[in-house]
């Protein structure tokens, strides 16, 4: 049998780390971009629903403000139902995407 560790978690997860990214579930945003560029310059606004712990919104917005972090053009709104920490660029709403007033409030 091979050597067990401890820890079994997977490249991508290692990479997540050592990239500062909260979750290996980025590099799966980062591949469905380079393959269907869907974060393309014409991308202004996205709504990041059930985004905890805020991989995909970390991306969002590491690709949308590029090197300009106060673009009044880009707007990302991060929805979930734990609290996130905060993240450069993002709006963050604490609510259930399933109730009306969590809709008003992303609206």
Known sequence: MGKSTK?????YYRLAK???LRARSAFKL????????ILNDNVKRVVDLCAAPGSWSQ????TLYKTDAVDNQ???????LQ???????????KGDITK???IEEIL
């Open 30 to 37: 980062l591949q469905i971009n380079s393959e269907f560029n």
């Open 7 to 11: 820890d079994k978690r997977d490249i």
């Open 83 to 93: 609290t996130m920490a905060p993240l450069p660029g993002v709006e963050q709403i």
């Open 100 to 102: 009306r007033s969590t």
């Open 18 to 20: 050592e990239q500062g």
């Open 59 to 62: 991306v969002l917005s590491r």
């Open 74 to 80: 880009v707007k990302i709104v991060a929805v979930d």
